[in-house]
């Protein structure tokens, strides 16, 4: 069973930064991904990460502000949230999958982490 382990959420003021993190506990590498939600609304995309790392995708909104970065054959992915705003406030997921033909879609994942709260005020 493949376990996400997520850290770095926090509060911050808006135009502020955070770094989030995850690990997954697989041997083989696999896709990864960014998602959030907010009470009462479908969990969204934010970002995609490919398993070696040379492709990225991310949602319209977080363009130019976000970056999904994943550490050399290692299931580790991290996302820098740059000039961030209240808007960006959510519970952060971590997901891992290991076939993925659609990588902005929570459907295409199988494993998640339990999350970390982001707060922007």
């Known amino acids: 069973h493949v376990q996400l382990v997520e850290s770095g959420g926090g509060s911050v003021q808006a135009g502020g930064s955070l770094r989030l993190s995850c690990s997954a506990s697989?041997?083989?590498?696999?896709?990864m991904a960014w998602f959030r939600q907010t009470p009462g609304q479908k969990r969204e995309a934010v970002a995609a990460?490919?398993?070696?790392?040379?492709?990225?995708m991310y949602h319209d909104s977080v363009k130019g502000r976000f970056t999904i970065s994943r550490e050399s054959g290692k299931n580790t992915v991290h996302l820098q949230m740059n000039s961030l705003m209240p808007e960006d406030s959510a519970m952060y997921y971590c997901?891992?999958?290991?076939?993925?033909?659609?990588?902005?879609?929570?459907?295409?994942?199988?494993?998640w982490g339990p999350g970390t709260q982001v707060t922007v005020s």
């Open positions: 990460i490919t398993t070696g790392g040379s492709s990225t």
């Open positions: 697989a041997d083989a590498l696999m896709y």
């Open positions: 997901a891992a999958g290991i076939w993925v033909t659609s990588p902005l879609r929570s459907s295409a994942y199988n494993y």
